[in-house]
């Protein structure tokens, strides 16, 4: 797979778009089901995001 730095840079600045929604979820305790859920969200985009980088 071929290493493409603007599909990296897309991808990230989605990763902090998300990570904002999350911290404002977080921060005004809408309950166990959201941690759980962006746990699990934050588990499907590092897989993702391991796919992507090259080593």
């Known amino acids: ?3 493409h ?3 990296a840079l897309r991808l ?3 990763l902090d ?3 904002g ?3 404002l979820a977080w921060a005004g305790h809408w309950g166990t ?3 759980a859920a962006s746990l699990a ?3 499907v985009l590092g897989a993702i995001a391991w796919r992507l ?3």
């Open 33 to 35: 089901w959201l941690r």
């Open 12 to 14: 990230l600045d989605q």
């Open 41 to 43: 969200s934050c588990l």
């Open 17 to 19: 778009c998300l990570g």
């Open 53 to 55: 980088v090259p080593f």
């Open 1 to 3: 797979m071929a290493w």
């Open 21 to 23: 929604v999350l911290r």
């Open 5 to 7: 730095p603007e599909r």
